[in-house]
């Protein structure tokens, strides 16, 4: 056993310290399954105080430490590498809620309370906290903190960034930096809180955050469209709004190869058409009164006289909506199960996306004929899961070609003024490429933003930045 073993158990006790490989089997591969490493230790703090000597002790030792939640994070960003000399900090016994307060309208949660538990406790105090993930039983606040997570709803409520009033962090040396503070105004200099949203576990340990709350929205309006075109999914977008009066929540779209995947891997689902469409759209209004259904079919009509829609349903009943979210939240899951899949979460002006995918996929599909192009995602906020799955039955093929077809999705999304990462982030997957998209003078500052905050590289090295 190595010395640091010996002081993180003697600091935190037994059975917060895990060495044995089955052990830390679950926290060293990620939900993907396409990263894998080895750790020295997994480590499982109670407090925020057990954080921080497990930080000050893990530095002490030149060790570095790689932050984790749920484990849910598609980039490779929360598992350690392969040098097994990594110590993985899960936050996962920190999931207390430590305060609701309904004037302020906030919520105080330590960072491995599960974002669904907090959704909940927005609920019992008749709030909402809105931001929604497919992930969201298992992912943490702490993760979708660290990621900026996006989600179903960016569109009306934007991303965690926007959602989060303070929050408190470990630190690479060890200190706490209390920052929560529900403020929502706080005008007194660099805006701290900040630098850690979205910072991947590369400058600190977020240990709690102060979230906002909103009015609840307990009645839905639902419906899943069949679509000609991107372009009609982007034309409608407008629309939507206009008719939605601010109650618009979601615009979401699916592609043929995203819907089969689904329809062919997850039980219980069916095609709410006869018949068979190219793309798909999945819109839902949110509000307190039948108001929300009043502007849903008014949109759906304006939208069919434009001639944007081939077809809707719109969910008649809460069982209904479920079954047509199953759809939309299903493919993550059914694109698994379907060989190796390619993940390129990328954003684009919303009046680029449709030349996008007329320029790119048959780009692609001549690179590597076979490949089956799943496109879906948050299409009113300009972002597509632009995955590619393997020709049926050859991942060798796709794993080849990854590089070279990787590159022309890049390629594309920058000449037209888009980003290779909307909301997953960097992590170990894009960690090359954003550097070579990036600007040098984006590069420099956010070395500048790294070597200042951690300078010795012991948290999370090799993630987001080389
Ligand atoms: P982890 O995977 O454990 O970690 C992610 C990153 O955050 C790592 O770099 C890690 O080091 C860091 N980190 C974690 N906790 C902390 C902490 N307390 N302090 C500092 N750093 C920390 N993402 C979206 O944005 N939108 C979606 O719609 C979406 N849908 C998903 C659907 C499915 C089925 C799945 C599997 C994933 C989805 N994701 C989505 C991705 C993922 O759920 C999010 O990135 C989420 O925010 C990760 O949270 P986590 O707790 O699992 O973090
Ligand atoms: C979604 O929107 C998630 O469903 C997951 O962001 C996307 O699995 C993916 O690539
Ligand atoms: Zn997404």
């Not at 960016?154 to 706490?176: A, I, W």
């Not at 888009?418 to 003078?441: F, N, Q």
Request: aromatic share 4%; proline share 5%; with cysteine.
């Amino acid at each position: 056993m190595t010395d640091l073993v010996h002081d993180l158990r003697a600091a935190l006790g037994e059975s917060a310290v895990l060495t044995d490989p089955a052990d830390m089997a679950a926290y060293v591969t990620d939900w993907t399954g396409v990263f894998t490493g080895t750790a020295l230790a997994v480590v499982r703090p109670a407090s925020t105080a057990e954080v921080a000597t497990v930080v000050r002790l893990c530095a002490a030792a030149g060790v570095a430490v790689v932050p984790q939640g749920g484990n849910t994070g598609l980039v490779g960003g929360g598992v350690p590498d392969s040098g097994g000399d990594q110590v993985v900090l899960s936050l996962s016994r920190m999931r207390r809620i430590r305060e609701v307060d309904p004037v302020a309208d906030t919520l105080i949660v330590e960072a491995g309370a599960p974002l669904a538990t907090v959704q909940e406790a927005a609920a019992a105090a008749g709030r909402l906290f809105p931001l929604s993930l497919g992930s969201e039983g298992s992912c943490t606040i702490g993760g979708t903190i660290a990621t900026n997570a996006g989600g179903t709803a960016v569109l009306r409520y934007g991303m965690m960034r926007e959602l989060v009033l303070g929050l408190e962090v470990v630190l690479p040396d060890g200190r706490v930096w209390d920052g929560l503070r529900p403020l929502r105004k706080d005008n007194t200099g660099y805006d701290l809180k900040q630098l850690f949203i979205g910072s991947e576990g590369t400058l600190g340990v977020v240990t709690a955050g102060v979230l906002r709350l909103l009015p609840a929205t307990p009645r839905r309006a639902t419906a899943f469209v069949a679509l000609e075109s991107v372009s009609a999914a982007t034309a409608l977008l407008p629309l939507l709004r206009e008719h939605g009066g601010g109650q618009l929540t979601t615009w979401e779209l699916l592609g043929r190869q995203a819907l089969d995947l689904v329809l062919a891997h997850l039980p219980g689902v069916r095609d709410p058409f006869a018949g068979q469409h190219e793309w798909y759209g999945l819109v839902e209004l949110a509000g307190t009164s039948a108001d929300v259904d009043e502007r849903l079919e008014s949109a759906l009509e304006a939208a069919a006289s434009q001639g944007l829609l081939v077809d809707a349903v719109v969910a008649g009943s809460p069982a209904q909506r479920e079954s047509l979210w199953a759809l939309r939240e299903g493919v993550s899951e059914a694109q698994k199960s379907e060989g190796a899949t390619l993940k390129h979460d990328v954003t684009l002006p919303i009046t680029a996306l449709s030349r996008f995918v007329a320029e790119a996929g048959p780009a692609l599909l001549a690179a590597l004929p076979g490949l089956r192009l799943v496109t879906y995602g948050h299409i009113g906020d300009g972002n597509l899961h632009y995955n590619l799955s393997a020709p049926v039955g050859d991942d060798a093929a796709l794993r080849r070609e990854a590089p070279r077809l990787t590159r022309m999705i890049y390629d594309a999304v920058t000449a037209l003024g888009g980003s290779i990462s909307a909301e997953h982030g960097i992590g170990a997957l894009k960690r090359d490429a954003a550097a070579a998209y990036k600007t040098g003078v984006e590069v420099d500052l956010l070395r500048a933003v790294k070597q200042a905050i951690d300078p010795r590289g012991l948290m999370n090295p090799g993630k987001m930045l080389a």
